[in-house]
């Protein structure tokens, strides 16, 4: 149960969103703003529409039920049900349409849902209601589940490599970028646990960026890691959308999203309040 | 709402796309929803494609499961040497389980050897799931990805202790046999059974999350039904003057199904019967085809939370 909740948290951000007063729902999805990098190319490469994402959250169970194997089970035969559920609708009712080359800022307060909308377009979560329309796999720039701290970073870099799905060819041919990437030199043959938080956040970025995605999302990839090496990675999300792919980022750090997007989408309480040219949503937000 | 069949998903989108032109827009340009379960097959040859993964993650948990102790490794092989010693003196000598068993102590652990390895693909698998949501939630791959890895690090342990069995059976006095070779067959046979069970307990788990208590229960159960430290036909009928009737569903069951047949092997030296390889082959193909069938019809559910 507690693994559950940090789980939840980790998706969540720490308020749950609760069903509040509605706030001003930005009623057409705009055509993208023309951005201060490059111009979409006008195909869409994701569309959500009318997104609904209900969350079932479990809370921790109270003392007494704990480890009793017989209480689960006379629970089961009553077919009762777990009094610690609920439900938390984190996204209500998102439309808009991305399109090629397009780099998204996500913002919004902590429990809005930014990191519940970039799953359920990676694919991850499946819709309550509405859907989400992608032109190929869209991959969450999140390896690090599948990194255990234990090992080195060398067996991590692999391990990582082939949960994203690469050929052992393709492994051996980005090792040494990704080492080189990452910066991390000789600590490649230790273990993850003894890495400063820096560095770690900077191998888990060079190992879930080494591979080629349509469609990327990153969920505060850029927050860690010192200022060189945040030059590098938003170099990198360039790239990425120099070859035709659509960037979704979310970040509380303004100025990052600033540099790096065309075009920035404000969420309040699970929906769209703003959506448009960076300067002007991040003037919005910013003030209110 | 769960995630509908392809074809219902296909006939909502349809009947939306008459208000709805982002539906429209999408079908235009040729765009996918994002979540579909693929078919059967496609979804076997996916899998099929992620071997390296399912591999690297299996050794990689064995590697780090005993980074923190201090004899490592070595656990795998003394714990179930600790339980056997146990069921040694309390069932063997105190309750006289050994009366009348050729060789008690080869008996025995080849009981608990094969048991154990049943016993923890089952438990691995029902935690697959339910414990690795944030990986659910982050990457793509075939969910049955996961219960198969569980499964393959409870086969490299077992590869370890299979030898201290053969070891111990050994040295109990027991020379080695042509029947022997039947070893390997045994152990993919469970192993097909143990993947099979494995993926079922997989689901079960991600839904029930009250099936991580129950499981002790029932593994618990399991053990005493599965002959593990006592003759099932001595005790059940002889003993316990049960009808026949029940020693031989107890046979049937298939974690005494393949320890019987590893007792023929290693210790009476002959050709299992019917009684005892038919089971074996059987729970092996139907867990295995039940299990990828039952495990995959919730693919795309899984990681809801």
């Known amino acids: ?288 | 709402m769960s995630q509908p069949e392809s074809a219902v998903a296909d006939a909502q989108a349809g009947g939306r796309s008459a208000q709805e032109p982002l539906a429209k827009l999408a079908q235009r340009y040729g765009l996918r929803r994002a979540i579909a379960r693929p078919r059967f097959h496609v979804y076997l040859r996916q899998l099929v494609e992620r071997r390296h993964f399912i591999l690297t993650y299996a050794t990689s948990r064995n590697v780090s499961k005993y980074s923190s102790s201090a004899l490592g490794q070595l656990w795998q092989v003394l714990t179930p040497l600790l339980n056997a010693a146990i069921y040694y003196v309390m069932f063997g000598i105190v309750l006289g389980g050994r009366d009348g068993v050729v060789n008690y102590p080869a008996f025995l652990l080849t009981g608990i050897f094969v048991f154990t390895y049943t016993q923890r693909s089952f438990t691995a698998g029902a935690k697959s799931i339910s414990g690795n949501l944030s990986l659910i939630r982050a990457l793509h791959f075939p969910r049955a990805a996961l219960p198969l890895a569980y499964t393959i690090q409870e086969l490299q342990q077992l590869a370890i202790s299979m030898g201290v069995l053969v070891l111990i059976v050994l040295i109990t006095g027991e020379v080695p046999t042509w029947y022997w070779l039947m070893i390997p067959v045994v152990l993919v046979l469970q192993t097909m059974f143990n993947i099979g069970a494995g993926l079922v307990m997989a689901r079960m788990g991600a839904s029930m999350r009250d099936l991580n208590q129950l499981l002790p229960f029932i593994t618990r159960t399991w053990l005493y039904a599965s002959g593990v430290f006592f003759s099932i036909q001595d005790k059940v009928v002889g003993s316990a003057e049960l009808p026949q009737w029940v020693a031989t569903a107890m046979y049937l069951n298939p974690a005494a199904a393949y320890i019987e047949w590893m007792r023929d092997i290693l210790i009476y030296k002959h050709i299992p019967p019917a009684m005892v390889w038919a089971p074996c082959v059987f729970w092996a193909v139907f867990a295995l085809g039940f299990g990828f069938w039952y495990f995959w019809r919730a693919e795309e559910r899984y990681g809801r939370g």
């Open chain 1, 1 to 288: 149960m507690a693994e559950l909740t940090k789980e939840l948290s980790q998706v969540k951000g720490e308020e749950p969103a609760v069903r509040g007063k509605d706030v001003r729902v930005h009623p057409n999805p705009e055509p993208p703003a023309k951005g201060p990098l490059d111009a979409p190319t006008g195909t869409p490469t994701v569309i959500v529409d009318d997104l609904h994402i209900v969350y079932r959250v479990y809370g921790a169970a109270s003392e007494n039920e704990k480890g009793n194997a017989v209480n689960a089970l006379t629970r089961i035969l009553k077919r009762q049900g777990r009094p610690q559920m609920k439900e938390v609708h984190a996204v209500k009712g998102v439309s808009f349409v991305a399109y090629h080359g397009d780099a998204i800022g996500v913002v919004g307060r902590n429990g809005s849902g930014k990191s519940t909308l970039l799953r359920a377009i990676a694919g991850l979560l499946p819709p309550h209601e509405g859907a989400v329309y992608t032109d190929g796999q869209p991959s969450l720039l999140g390896v690090n589940a599948a990194l255990m701290r234990e090992l080195t970073g060398e067996r991590n870099i692999v391990l990582g490599c082939y949960a994203m799905g690469m050929t052992p060819a393709e492994v051996r041919e980005k090792y040494q970028e990704i080492v080189d990437f990452s910066g991390i030199d000789e600590f490649v043959q230790l273990p993850m646990s003894t890495y400063s938080s820096g560095m770690g956040a900077r191998l888990r970025f060079a190992i879930s960026s080494a591979k080629t995605h349509d469609v990327l999302l990153i969920d505060e990839a850029l927050a860690t890691g010192d200022r060189e090496f945040r030059k590098k990675s938003e170099q990198r999300i360039r790239q990425i959308r120099e070859s035709a792919g659509t960037v979704f980022l979310v970040a509380h750090d303004l100025k990052v999203i600033e540099q790096t997007c065309n075009r920035v989408i404000w969420l309040h309480k699970g929906k769209i309040k703003m959506d448009g040219d960076p300067k002007e949503v991040l003037a919005a937000y910013t003030k209110g």
